[in-house]
């Protein structure tokens, strides 16, 4: 059974929905062998996720089957499901119950308010450890897809249960989408490790969250760096939540000041802050910096996970395990991904990356090994001699000012959105200074908010 779901107590509480019905680690067994002898052949299904007991019954009951599950919001843009259908031809849809007038096909099974479609399509020959295909993080329009691995699968759920200590007793509340690569790690490792997963459709600003935050002892919460702004906006910090044992945080970085907040309070409150780094094509999770070294290493995304391995190609094209530099930072471990899809006819390729990936991120180790974003090898502009790192500029804003930003440009001039229209200009003086450019090739303008999309990544037009 998937993450030996069979061998857990079959009366253990698996997980909890937001109206409080629960199924056991029994439910999920039983209820993948009823769909068994209704998906007869190993084949591609689209599940589209929400957080909830039927997105994950589907899940789960795919990977037990040996079903590829392609894994995609129930509200991804209709142009864009459109392209994944005629591109993938799925033989199967596991959708909620009130999407069913949005498809074509047969309904031939139905629970927990999802339906199981046939739409009578002949899906493409599947690698035979193909076990999952999500679309590339931060994706809005592209279709292109991340192949996983069983062994992927298995070894992020059993990493990540390492690095956290997780036991049957945790009590996680899971808020990240499913459809999102760090969201889904957040369920497959307590799932390994037989734990009862509070997952949530509710917003951070939604009393029923916070209800359930303390009513239901949750002891961990799992936020990407938008998150946590809305938790400071929201006074979290003064809180007292006496069950929450861990804070921990990816899909980005946190701005220095937010960082040290966390450091703070998980400190003043006997907890643990666990900041972590990760990619799709690592099946989320590849560093994590130790609780008791976050005050100490402001900022750092730390070492690589438990059973992975980090290391840095410089400039010169050297590759060092350890020792000061900087470089692309490129990681080693069974988590990583088969590669990516770009048609149907990619499902057949076996294993393309051999474990490594180059993060295309430009890293900082320090003497001690601890390792620091500053860019991405594709997030540079290059303006009279000045290399300019966008995602640099975006952090030293925020954390400098009060407010949300993100940059683009290209090798004439440097755009700034921010949502203070009442600092422009001292923004962009605070540009000019840290980056040496002249005002001339700078430009920042006011927009009211920065569109995201539910995983907290910013969407650009």
Same mark, same amino acid.
């Given at each position: 059974?998937?993450?030996?779901?069979?061998? #857990?107590?079959?009366?253990?509480?698996?997980?909890v929905?937001?109206?409080?019905?629960?199924?056991?680690?029994?439910?999920?067994?039983?209820f993948?062998?009823?769909?068994?002898?209704?998906?007869?052949?190993?084949? &591609?299904?689209?599940?589209f996720?929400?957080?909830?007991?039927?997105?994950?019954? =589907?899940?789960?009951?795919?990977?037990t089957?040996?079903?590829?599950?392609?894994?995609i919001?129930?509200?991804?843009?209709?142009?864009?499901?459109?392209?994944?259908?005629?591109?993938?031809?799925p #033989?199967?849809?596991?959708?909620p119950?009130?999407?069913?007038?949005?498809?074509?096909?047969?309904?031939?099974?139905?629970?927990?308010?999802?339906?199981?479609?046939?739409? =009578?399509?002949?899906s493409?020959?599947?690698?035979k450890?193909?076990?999952?295909?999500?679309p590339?993080?931060?994706?809005t329009?592209?279709?292109k897809l991340v192949?996983?691995?069983?062994?992927?699968?298995?070894?992020? *759920?059993?990493?990540?249960?390492?690095?956290?200590?997780?036991t049957?007793?945790?009590?996680?509340?899971?808020?990240?989408?499913m459809?999102y690569?760090?969201?889904?790690?957040?369920?497959?490792?307590?799932?390994?490790?037989?734990?009862?997963?509070?997952?949530?459709?509710? *917003?951070?600003?939604d009393?029923?969250?916070?209800?359930?935050?303390?009513?239901?002892?949750?002891?961990?919460?799992?936020?990407?760096p938008?998150?946590?702004?809305?938790?400071? #906006?929201?006074?979290?910090?003064r809180?007292? &939540?006496?069950?929450?044992?861990?804070?921990?945080?990816?899909?980005?970085? &946190?701005?220095?000041?937010l960082?040290k #907040?966390?450091? $703070?309070?998980?400190?003043?409150?006997?907890?643990?802050?666990?900041?972590?780094?990760?990619?799709?094509?690592?099946?989320?999770?590849?560093t994590?910096?130790?609780?008791?070294?976050?005050?100490?290493?402001?900022?750092?995304?730390?070492? *690589?996970?438990?059973n =992975?391995? &980090?290391?840095?190609?410089?400039?010169?094209?050297?590759?060092?395990f350890?020792? $000061?530099? $900087?470089?692309?930072?490129?990681?080693?471990?069974?988590?990583?991904?088969?590669?990516?899809?770009?048609?149907?006819?990619?499902?057949?390729?076996g294993?393309?990356?051999?474990?490594?990936?180059?993060t295309?991120?430009?890293?900082?180790?320090?003497?001690?090994?601890?390792?620091?974003?500053?860019g991405?090898?594709?997030?540079?502009?290059?303006?009279y001699?000045?290399?300019?790192?966008?995602?640099?500029?975006?952090?030293l804003?925020k954390?400098n000012?009060?407010?949300?930003c993100?940059?683009?440009?290209?090798?004439?001039?440097l755009?700034?959105?921010?949502?203070?229209?009442?600092?422009?200009?001292l923004?962009?003086?605070?540009?000019?200074?840290?980056?040496?450019?002249?005002?001339?090739?700078?430009?920042?303008?006011?927009?009211d908010?920065?569109?995201?999309? $539910?995983a907290?990544?910013?969407?650009l037009?």
């Amino acid at each position: 059974m998937f993450l030996e779901l069979d061998k #857990k107590n079959k009366d253990t509480v698996a997980v909890v929905d937001d109206n409080k019905e629960y199924v056991t680690y029994g439910d999920l067994c039983d209820f993948s062998k009823k769909i068994s002898k209704v998906l007869s052949e190993r084949t &591609l299904i689209f599940i589209f996720a929400e957080n909830s007991i039927g997105s994950l019954l =589907g899940y789960v009951s795919a990977l037990t089957n040996r079903i590829v599950p392609l894994i995609i919001s129930r509200n991804t843009d209709k142009a864009l499901y459109g392209r994944f259908y005629k591109m993938y031809n799925p #033989k199967y849809l596991w959708i909620p119950k009130d999407m069913v007038n949005l498809f074509g096909g047969k309904v031939i099974y139905e629970n927990y308010q999802y339906l199981l479609i046939d739409t =009578g399509l002949s899906s493409a020959p599947l690698y035979k450890d193909l076990s999952l295909l999500l679309p590339t993080s931060g994706s809005t329009g592209s279709p292109k897809l991340v192949r996983h691995s069983y062994q992927n699968i298995e070894a992020n *759920a059993r990493n990540v249960a390492e690095l956290f200590q997780i036991t049957p007793s945790d009590r996680p509340i899971a808020i990240l989408p499913m459809h999102y690569t760090m969201g889904l790690s957040v369920i497959t490792s307590h799932l390994y490790a037989g734990a009862r997963i509070y997952l949530s459709k509710k *917003a951070l600003t939604d009393k029923a969250f916070w209800d359930t935050l303390k009513n239901d002892k949750i002891t961990s919460f799992t936020g990407v760096p938008f998150s946590y702004e809305i938790l400071e #906006k929201l006074r979290f910090f003064r809180m007292e &939540l006496p069950d929450l044992k861990i804070i921990t945080q990816g899909g980005g970085k &946190l701005n220095t000041e937010l960082f040290k #907040k966390c450091c $703070e309070y998980a400190s003043s409150n006997n907890k643990k802050f666990i900041p972590t780094y990760g990619q799709t094509e690592g099946t989320a999770r590849m560093t994590f910096l130790e609780p008791e070294m976050a005050s100490k290493k402001i900022g750092s995304i730390g070492k *690589a996970i438990p059973n =992975g391995q &980090l290391s840095i190609i410089d400039a010169k094209g050297n590759e060092t395990f350890e020792g $000061e530099t $900087e470089g692309e930072m490129i990681y080693r471990g069974k988590n990583v991904t088969l590669g990516y899809a770009i048609n149907e006819d990619d499902f057949i390729k076996g294993d393309e990356n051999n474990g490594i990936i180059h993060t295309g991120d430009i890293v900082h180790r320090d003497s001690e090994g601890y390792y620091y974003i500053i860019g991405r090898m594709k997030r540079f502009l290059k303006i009279y001699g000045l290399r300019i790192g966008l995602d640099e500029v975006e952090y030293l804003v925020k954390s400098n000012f009060a407010i949300d930003c993100v940059c683009s440009g290209n090798d004439d001039l440097l755009k700034v959105m921010i949502t203070n229209k009442d600092i422009t200009e001292l923004v962009k003086g605070f540009i000019v200074e840290k980056t040496k450019l002249f005002q001339k090739n700078i430009e920042v303008l006011y927009v009211d908010h920065i569109e995201r999309n $539910e995983a907290g990544k910013i969407i650009l037009h």
